[in-house]
């Protein structure tokens, strides 16, 4: 693969110079088997979108890898560039494949640039070598785990209906062997919705977790590639459940682990009150920076709106930094404000919501209008919940302190008083 960087040839799209509104930034999930798992879990969004490419082998090719490759880094204006793997299951291509995209990461980022290599996986397929090459290369790998076996075996199982929870740990305990980065993603449905605490624990206590994301299973139940309707499955976290989950977290998290354990949603929300951007883009107040890129080479606005509407071009035939400053991006970015419906616009926690992933959108405001988010009263009742000790850490951080100053402060059974704002 090493001697395939050889320039750039004429026929592939060359950098654009001087592009208006190109962000220096973005972000990319490279699908690399696209929807192709070696698991079934059952509420899983992205297995369906095998239909879009039928008769395709799902596996990002040579020359394909090369191209996505040079044109990220070089449509990076900021030194930090971050190359991240999902599914499907991206294992499934094989440590032969990762070990050529490192090799070229190597021959095409610019010598001021860093490169963070990240790898979503369900990790039963992680052994020795897979955990070596990672620490080797220094992956941040995020391993889906659902909490306690039982827990996690309701829904996460593979082709023959099988659990996976045993092989999962099996992954997980080669990668902590071999001292790999990793941080756990836990999807919230209708079998975990009313355990928080204990998820927590488990993930803290028994895994040793220190970095955490909790994702709502929101599954329409007019499925296919294109999912449509507002009914959902009833593996789907309820509209209220999630925002209980997170309470429970909160409150134990709050009286603990501030500044020991990261917590996706928490870091995201104290972000939002002390005014700065946060790294979660479901609760920006915009987005459109944070795209996917098929097997095939194909770009969509989003890894949740992998469909036909939303497809951006093919790197083959346009560069990437043309399609994240489109104008179709730039709209597609912009809606996410612009059609809130009056409900979120007059809310007093908009400025921490901001309405929500715009693929949960499906359900009805009090007076009729379209275009309110399912876990809309999840939202509600959790950024009301963490109205004050978000205040109290944020004035800590804005004085100069530690938000960890919180914990002495939220006793068992205490809130924290107001701050001023």
Not at 360 to 367: E, I, K, L, S, V
């Amino acid at each position: 693969m090493a001697e395939m960087v050889q320039g750039v040839s004429p026929d592939l799209p060359r950098l654009p110079r001087g592009l208006s509104g190109a962000p220096a930034s973005f972000h990319l999930l490279a699908k690399p088997t696209g929807a192709v798992c070696n698991l079934d879990c059952s509420y899983c969004f992205f297995l369906a979108k095998e239909q879009l490419y039928p008769g395709s082998d799902f596996r990002m090719s040579g020359p394909t890898l090369e191209n996505y490759l040079r044109q990220l880094l070089e449509s990076h204006r900021t030194p930090e560039v971050t190359v991240a793997w999902q599914g499907g299951e991206p294992t499934m291509m094989g440590l032969t494949f990762f070990r050529q995209a490192i090799t070229l990461v190597r021959q095409l980022a610019r010598p001021e640039q860093q490169v963070e290599h990240t790898i979503q996986t369900n990790a039963t397929l992680i052994d020795d070598d897979w955990a070596a090459f990672f620490a080797e290369n220094d992956f941040l790998v995020g391993v889906s785990v659902d909490g306690p076996r039982e827990l996690h075996d309701t829904y996460r199982v593979d082709k023959g209906g099988k659990p996976t929870f045993d092989r999962v740990m099996k992954g997980l305990d080669r990668l902590k062997a071999h001292g790999v980065r990793w941080n756990a993603l836990t999807t919230v449905n209708s079998a975990n919705e009313e355990h928080g605490a204990r998820v927590y624990r488990f993930l803290r206590d028994d895994l040793g977790a220190q970095f955490i994301q909790f994702i709502p299973i929101v599954e329409r139940a007019e499925g296919g590639p294109i999912p449509t309707g507002d009914k959902v499955t009833d593996r789907s976290v309820s509209p209220g459940g999630f925002g209980d989950f997170l309470i429970e977290v909160f409150e134990e998290w709050v009286r603990r682990d501030v500044g020991t354990v990261y917590v996706q949603m928490f870091d995201t929300s104290l972000a939002n009150w002390v005014g700065v951007p946060g790294a979660l883009c479901v609760h920006a107040q915009t987005c459109g920076t944070a795209l996917a890129i098929e097997h095939n080479g194909d770009v969509y606005s989003c890894d949740h709106f992998v469909e036909p509407d939303f497809l951006l071009g093919n790197i083959g035939d346009r560069h990437l930094l043309t399609m994240v400053a489109s104008p179709q991006q730039v709209s597609f970015g912009l809606n996410k404000r612009d059609s809130l419906p009056a409900q979120c616009r007059r809310c007093d926690v908009r400025f921490a919501c901001n309405g929500g992933c715009p693929k949960d959108r499906f359900t009805f405001t009090a007076d009729g209008e379209a275009g309110l988010h399912y876990l809309c009263p999840s939202y509600l009742t959790f950024f009301r919940h963490v109205d004050a000790p978000m205040r109290f850490m944020a004035a800590r951080l804005r004085g100069g302190g530690f938000a960890d100053e919180v914990m002495a402060t939220y006793s068992d059974g205490e809130h924290v008083p107001d701050q001023p704002d």
